[in-house]
């Protein structure tokens, strides 16, 4: 069972920066690949970035250039650093993460973000 807890979220103006961080309970390198995903009003979940036990990442269309996901092994912690946000990035961003022995989706509860002038 893997544990994640997210924190960092809250309420920005347009053009500002957040960055998200995930705790969790098992060292990163059992994960096969660990991910940023959000939700926002009246949407289905998405995903925003990605990044895998090889280093290599993957962002949606949206994030490029403006997010920026990270691991830190030592802490065993997975960032997202959110620049130049805008209104639209407004929602509820969750942590996700697949182990690689088991191949299951864990997910944290999940942290709001809010980018309104």
């Known amino acids: 069972q893997v544990q994640l807890v997210e924190s960092g979220g809250g309420l920005v103006q347009p053009g500002q920066s957040l960055r998200l961080s995930c705790a969790t309970s098992?060292?990163?390198?059992?994960?096969?690949?660990m991910g940023w995903y959000r939700q926002g009003p009246g949407k289905q979940r998405e995903l925003v970035a990605k990044?895998?036990?090889?280093?290599?990442?993957n962002y949606a269309d949206s994030a490029k250039g403006r997010f920026i996901i990270s691991a830190d092994a030592a802490k065993n912690m997975v960032y997202l650093q959110m620049n130049s946000l805008k209104p639209e990035d407004t929602a509820v961003y969750y942590c996700?993460?697949?182990?690689?022995?088991?191949?299951?989706?864990?997910w944290g509860q999940g942290t709001q973000v809010t980018v309104s002038s």
């Open positions: 996700n993460v697949v182990p690689r022995s088991s191949g299951i989706d864990y």
């Open positions: 098992g060292s990163i390198f059992g994960f096969a690949a």
């Open positions: 990044i895998y036990s090889t280093g290599s990442t």
